[in-house]
Protein backbone atom coordinates (compact mmCIF):
# COMPACT_ATOMS: atom_id res chain seq x y z
CA UNK A 1 0.00 0.00 0.00
CA UNK A 2 0.83 3.67 -0.91
CA UNK A 3 0.78 5.89 1.80
CA UNK A 4 1.23 10.09 1.04
CA UNK A 5 3.18 11.11 4.18
CA UNK A 6 1.71 14.79 5.33
CA UNK A 7 5.11 16.65 4.46
CA UNK A 8 5.00 14.73 0.98
CA UNK A 9 1.57 15.91 0.33
CA UNK A 10 2.21 19.62 0.91
CA UNK A 11 4.64 19.00 -1.38
CA UNK A 12 2.57 17.74 -3.89
CA UNK A 13 0.18 21.22 -3.25
CA UNK A 14 2.65 23.49 -3.51
CA UNK A 15 4.26 22.40 -6.21
CA UNK A 16 0.00 22.38 -7.85
CA UNK A 17 0.00 25.73 -6.68
CA UNK A 18 3.18 26.70 -8.32
CA UNK A 19 1.89 25.08 -11.72
CA UNK A 20 -1.59 26.68 -11.37
CA UNK A 21 -0.76 30.56 -11.58
CA UNK A 22 0.20 29.79 -15.10
CA UNK A 23 -2.51 26.40 -15.82
CA UNK A 24 -4.99 24.95 -13.82
CA UNK A 25 -5.70 22.57 -16.12
CA UNK A 26 -1.54 21.72 -16.38
CA UNK A 27 -1.49 21.59 -12.49
CA UNK A 28 -4.02 19.22 -11.78
CA UNK A 29 -2.97 17.22 -15.22
CA UNK A 30 0.81 17.04 -13.26
CA UNK A 31 -0.55 16.40 -9.71
CA UNK A 32 -2.81 13.53 -10.99
CA UNK A 33 -0.05 11.69 -12.73
CA UNK A 34 2.21 12.28 -9.78
CA UNK A 35 0.06 10.27 -7.95
CA UNK A 36 -0.54 7.85 -10.70
CA UNK A 37 2.93 7.08 -11.08
CA UNK A 38 3.22 6.36 -7.29
CA UNK A 39 0.68 3.78 -7.41
CA UNK A 40 3.15 1.26 -9.40
CA UNK A 41 5.31 1.60 -6.23
CA UNK A 42 2.68 -1.13 -5.31
CA UNK A 43 3.17 -3.62 -7.27
CA UNK A 44 6.94 -3.01 -8.13
CA UNK A 45 8.64 -1.24 -5.15
CA UNK A 46 12.18 -1.20 -6.44
CA UNK A 47 11.27 0.26 -9.65
CA UNK A 48 13.17 3.35 -8.44
CA UNK A 49 16.76 4.15 -7.96
CA UNK A 50 18.24 4.38 -4.26
CA UNK A 51 18.98 8.31 -3.76
CA UNK A 52 22.44 8.56 -4.51
CA UNK A 53 22.64 11.33 -1.30
CA UNK A 54 20.98 8.84 1.31
CA UNK A 55 22.61 5.12 -0.01
CA UNK A 56 19.81 3.46 1.82
CA UNK A 57 18.26 0.49 -0.30
CA UNK A 58 15.29 1.26 1.15
CA UNK A 59 15.11 4.90 0.80
CA UNK A 60 14.48 5.11 -3.30
CA UNK A 61 13.36 7.90 -6.21
CA UNK A 62 11.53 8.04 -9.01
CA UNK A 63 11.98 10.76 -11.54
CA UNK A 64 8.36 12.23 -12.48
CA UNK A 65 8.80 15.47 -14.46
CA UNK A 66 11.50 17.34 -13.02
CA UNK A 67 10.78 16.16 -9.72
CA UNK A 68 12.72 13.54 -7.65
CA UNK A 69 9.48 11.84 -5.73
CA UNK A 70 11.30 10.13 -2.49
CA UNK A 71 9.71 7.37 -1.02
CA UNK A 72 10.50 4.50 1.48
CA UNK A 73 10.41 0.58 1.49
CA UNK A 74 8.62 -0.32 4.66
CA UNK A 75 7.21 -3.82 5.89
CA UNK A 76 3.60 -3.34 4.99
CA UNK A 77 3.87 -0.35 3.10
CA UNK A 78 5.74 2.11 0.88
CA UNK A 79 6.00 5.40 2.44
CA UNK A 80 6.32 8.57 -0.09
CA UNK A 81 8.48 11.37 2.15
CA UNK A 82 9.00 14.10 0.09
CA UNK A 83 8.33 15.60 -3.33
CA UNK A 84 11.41 17.79 -4.39
CA UNK A 85 13.08 19.59 -7.59
CA UNK A 86 15.45 18.08 -9.20
CA UNK A 87 17.29 21.17 -9.33
CA UNK A 88 16.71 22.20 -5.82
CA UNK A 89 19.30 20.95 -2.53
CA UNK A 90 18.14 18.05 -1.90
CA UNK A 91 19.75 17.52 1.35
CA UNK A 92 18.42 20.72 2.73
CA UNK A 93 15.04 20.12 1.04
CA UNK A 94 15.06 16.60 2.31
CA UNK A 95 15.81 17.46 5.94
CA UNK A 96 13.39 20.53 6.12
CA UNK A 97 10.68 17.95 4.67
CA UNK A 98 11.05 15.20 7.39
CA UNK A 99 11.04 17.59 10.19
CA UNK A 100 7.41 18.57 9.44
Known sequence: ???WTRPARLDLKQIRDYIARD???YAEKVSLEIVEK???LNSFPEAGRIVPEIGDPNIRELFIYSY???YEILPT???ILALI???RN???QFT???RQ
Request: hydrophobic share 45%; proline share 0%; no cysteine.
Open 1 to 3: MVR
Open 90 to 92: FME
Open 77 to 79: KIE
Open 85 to 87: HAK
Open 23 to 25: SRF
Open 38 to 40: SEI
Open 96 to 98: KAS
Open 68 to 70: RLI
